[in-house]
């Protein structure tokens, strides 16, 4: 039997390989640090090789979620650097969102379907240098054709699963408002496609009953938090309830932040009161 055909046959719950799961780890994704980030050291400024060790000594965390458009460069050379400073400082470099944008892996045009496929697979092979445990293709911001989406999520899924890494989903784009739609395109896809939850892409509407649909399938949580107040509240939405729901289906982390800042100094004052605000959630939860 052909592996893709295989694949179909198994059971939802199986992946295509065995990935280590993360669980009580807290890191933070390198989206958060977009308007910080310099390729050389500057004033006020900080550079993605110096994230990990600034991760382990100021916030006591080792998990970092990176993002494309936070690398230097895709070349050999600078990912092999970039995951020895990780390993360097204890780190693990766990998922990779593919966000080159103007892609798109559902088009009924065959060219511009394979264009995505190609770019998605040289960033894969990319993202094996770096040593991540899955990769995260850039859901588009209209609804998509779901048979088309799915056969590319598989072709991508046998290409990763090779490489040793998994393919999640995530909440962006077009399934903002729909609370169904991440386990719709997992059950469409197959075994191999996990959820990455994120608590903050959601319309209002959709969040709770999303992440409620979202996180029975999730290996990862993209913990995103708005504003946050003097004293540390958090008005956006209610944080609590979100970490709950994700504790009540099972889901035990990572627990990725994504908060964002002008001040790269107050940034990091509050990705501790939000570090502090989980670790003790996840203390006073049950096991």
């Known amino acids: 039997m052909k592996r893709r055909r295989f694949l179909q046959a198994l059971p939802l719950t199986l992946t295509v390989a065995p990935i280590p799961a993360l669980p009580r780890e807290l890191g933070n994704t390198t989206g958060s640090f977009m308007r910080h980030l310099s390729e050389t050291a500057r004033p006020g400024k900080l550079r993605l090789l110096d994230l990990p060790r600034i991760m382990r000594d100021e916030l ?3 998990v970092i979620d990176l993002m494309t458009a936070s690398l230097v460069s895709l070349e050999p050379k600078y990912l092999e650097q970039l995951r020895q400073v990780a390993t360097d400082a204890g780190c693990v ?3 990779l969102k593919m966000n080159q944008k103007g892609l798109d892996m559902a088009n009924a045009d065959e060219t511009v379907r394979r264009q995505a496929i190609d770019t998605y697979r040289k960033t894969i092979d990319a993202a094996a240098l770096l040593g991540v445990r899955w990769v995260r293709p850039l859901p588009g911001p209209n609804l998509p054709d779901l048979k088309l989406l799915a056969q590319s999520y598989r072709e991508l899924i046998d290409y990763a ?5 998994g393919l999640l989903i995530e909440n962006f784009g077009w399934m903002q408002n729909d609370a169904d739609a991440i386990p719709r395109v997992i059950q469409a896809v197959g075994p191999g496609l996990k959820a ?6 959601w319309s209002d509407a959709a969040r709770y009953d999303g992440l409620a649909k979202a ?3 999730a290996v990862s949580c993209d913990f995103k938090a708005r504003e946050l107040t003097a004293d540390g509240n958090h008005a956006a939405y209610d944080l609590k309830r979100c970490f709950d729901i994700g504790w009540q289906a099972g889901f035990r982390g990572p627990w990725c932040f994504e908060h964002f800042h002008d001040d790269l100094a107050q940034l990091f004052r509050e990705m501790g009161v939000l570090r502090d605000m989980l670790r003790r959630w996840i203390k006073d939860s049950p096991p």
């Open 196 to 201: 990455q939850p994120d608590t903050g892409n």
């Open 215 to 217: 996180f029975p399938f």
């Open 93 to 95: 470099l766990t998922n």
């Open 60 to 62: 006591g965390m080792h």
């Open 161 to 165: 699963g090779g490489k040793g890494i």
